[in-house]
């Protein structure tokens, strides 16, 4: 048999179509051309879509688990088989009666590609802006060394079924209003392997595989983000009979950062001068993940005023640059005034004739009241 379906979706043979139908709607996300344009990867779309189709079925499955393959040519024609099915096993034995194909399938491989793995990783703002290499411990199935995934304990090895003479599937004549029918199945003593493991390896118990912890070494480009995903290819699990292993795959959560928010590739921060500060203008040092820099606050800056810092961001994942680093200014107005600065400051105001101010008011662009206008007008 070429392809395992089970292990193409990920799921174990035993699953219910619930978990077979779940399996299938991730990986298609994850997978579709249009998400995922790679070639290697609508490969992959295909052969899962291949497998939901043949698993997602009751009668190809059965078909399926019983050692055929309902996609190929042999087994097609679906629906033809209902009815005659009570007595014959199943529907592919008997296009194999009438088509005498029976021959042709040959032993199913021990060999299974791996699952993919998935592991979470926490990193710091800077090390997202800038990139970096983290060691991480991964738990995953590897091929045995005792047995390089034979699966047969040191100094043995498989050997050929007696009971289907290796070819995985075993052959009965019966008798029948149509004449005599050949059906076949695959073969109870070695489970369509066509070989048997008398002494199977004592350190993985025959599967060829055995769970180990290792350290990775992961490179992490600059500019990830929150759920971006790290694909490491061939470092996910062995598959059984040390089958070529799975990917591994990073998912990147980023910690918050005591000063920065990120927004895109945007960082913002607030700081917050005094009164007097905003008027007269002052230089405010803000550490920035490029080092000490100086905040240049001009005289006369305004509450709500923003600074922008370019190239101080986080670094584009794709192509060059990086965001900026946005400064929000926010202007305190003293509090508590003693006597003196009382004074001082009903000086200034009357300097200034500011003493009864009546404010400013504008016509708001986005505001409540000209919203509400607009309603009124019917635009
Ligand atoms: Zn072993
Ligand atoms: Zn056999």
């Given at each position: 048999m070429a392809t395992d379906y089970y292990a193409v979706l990920g799921v174990r043979r035993d699953a219910g179509p619930d978990e077979i139908k779940k399996a299938f709607r991730r990986l298609a996300r994850e997978l579709h051309p249009d998400v995922n344009p790679d070639p290697k990867t609508q490969e992959r779309f295909k052969e899962i879509n291949a497998a939901y189709e043949v698993l997602s079925d009751p009668q190809k499955k059965q078909v399926y688990d019983l050692g055929g393959d309902p996609l190929s040519a042999n087994g097609g024609g679906a629906g033809a088989g209902a009815g005659f099915g009570q007595g014959f096993?199943?529907?592919?034995?008997?296009?194999?009666?009438?088509?005498?194909?029976?021959?042709?399938?040959?032993?199913?491989?021990?060999?299974?590609?791996?699952?993919?793995?998935?592991?979470?990783?926490?990193?710091?703002?800077?090390?997202?802006?800038?990139?970096?290499?983290?060691?991480?411990?991964?738990?995953?199935?590897?091929?045995?060394?005792?047995?390089?995934?034979?699966?047969?304990?040191?100094?043995?090895?498989a050997q050929t079924c007696d009971m289907c003479r290796g070819r995985g599937e075993v052959s009965q004549v019966t008798r029948s209003f149509l004449g005599q029918v050949m059906t076949s199945r695959p073969c109870p003593q070695c489970q369509g392997f066509g070989t048997v493991v008398p002494n199977p390896c004592p350190e993985c118990a025959g599967d060829g595989r055995i769970r180990s912890r290792r350290t990775l070494t992961v490179k992490i480009p600059a500019g990830?983000?929150?759920?971006?995903?790290?694909?490491?290819?061939g470092e996910g699990e062995v598959g059984p009979g040390g089958g070529p292993a799975?990917?591994?795959?990073?998912?990147?959560?980023?910690?918050?950062?005591?000063?920065?928010?990120?927004?895109?590739?945007?960082?913002?921060?607030?700081?917050?001068?005094?009164?007097?500060?905003?008027?007269l203008g002052?230089?405010?040092?803000?550490?920035?993940?490029?080092?000490?820099?100086?905040?240049?606050?001009?005289?006369?800056?305004?509450?709500?005023?923003?600074?922008p810092l370019h190239q101080r961001g986080v670094t584009h994942l794709r192509g060059g640059g990086r965001?900026?680093?946005?400064?929000?200014?926010?202007?305190?107005?003293?509090?508590?005034?003693?006597?003196?600065?009382?004074?001082?400051?009903?000086?200034?105001?009357?300097?200034?004739?500011?003493?009864?101010?009546?404010?400013?008011?504008?016509?708001?662009?986005?505001g409540l009241f000209s919203r509400l206008k607009d309603a009124f007008n019917g635009r």
């Open positions: 096993g199943n529907f592919s034995d008997i296009m194999d009666a009438f088509f005498g194909t029976a021959s042709q399938r040959g032993p199913r491989s021990r060999t299974r590609r791996g699952q993919d793995a998935m592991i979470r990783l926490e990193i710091e703002l800077d090390e997202a802006a800038f990139g970096t290499t983290k060691d991480i411990q991964v738990d995953t199935a590897i091929v045995c060394n005792t047995c390089h995934g034979e699966g047969a304990a040191p100094g043995t090895t990830v983000d929150n759920g971006t995903r790290i694909q490491l290819a799975g990917d591994l795959y990073v998912e990147i959560r980023e910690l918050p950062h005591q000063m920065f928010q990120r927004r895109g590739d945007d960082l913002h921060c607030t700081v917050t001068i005094p009164m007097t500060a905003a008027a002052t230089k405010v040092p803000l550490e920035t993940l490029d080092g000490l820099e100086e905040i240049d606050i001009r005289p006369g800056t305004q509450s709500g005023q923003s600074i965001g900026d680093l946005i400064v929000h200014v926010e202007v305190q107005t003293p509090g508590k005034l003693d006597p003196e600065q009382e004074e001082l400051l009903r000086r200034l105001a009357k300097l200034r004739g500011e003493e009864r101010p009546l404010g400013q008011f504008q016509p708001g662009q986005q």
